[in-house]
């Protein structure tokens, strides 16, 4: 089962917020990137629809940035009355996949932004969607495999 993007988004914050982790619009989007890539690899479905685009500073789903850009780098649960974070029991991911995106953002707390993007943009699958600008769920499957 795959979800709406923001949906995901909004589960990773408000988990966030629980476990008082910081995250950066830039974090979450990274996140985002390595969520998708678990799902495609070992779960062989989508975890999300939305496109992951290649940009300078890393990937990149609009409809995320499109909600949470306008907050810059700084963490977004500072602007947490602004967000509309839904309780994580109330989310409509499956709890299966909750626990999925609850050990994937444990592991990934403790790196930044940057270091998260410096892993990514080593990686050949980054590096072969540079010139498509986008990268497909299909080749983050063959080369996380």
């Known amino acids: ?10 589960y990773v914050l ?12 830039p974090k979450l989007q990274k996140i985002l990137y390595f969520l998708q890539a678990y799902f495609v690899t070992k779960k062989e479905n989508v975890c999300f629809e939305e496109e992951i685009e290649v940009h300078k500073t890393g990937p990149v789903i609009s409809e995320v940035s499109s909600i949470y850009n306008r907050y810059g780098g700084y963490d977004l649960l500072i602007f947490e009355k602004n967000l509309n974070l839904t309780p994580l029991n109330e989310s409509p991911i ?30 050949d ?15 983050m499957a063959k080369y996380y495999a």
Not at 99 to 108: G, P
Request: with cysteine.
């Open 14 to 25: 408000e988990y966030c917020r629980e476990r008082n982790y910081d995250i950066p619009h």
């Open 94 to 123: 499956e709890i299966s996949d909750r626990e999925i995106i609850e050990r994937i953002v444990d592991w990934l707390s403790v790196y930044s932004s940057s270091e998260l993007f410096d892993a990514i943009k080593n990686q």
């Open 125 to 139: 699958v980054w590096k072969n969607s540079i010139e498509s600008g986008v990268v497909m769920p299909t080749e």
């Open 1 to 10: 089962m795959s979800y709406k993007v923001e949906d995901v988004g909004k």
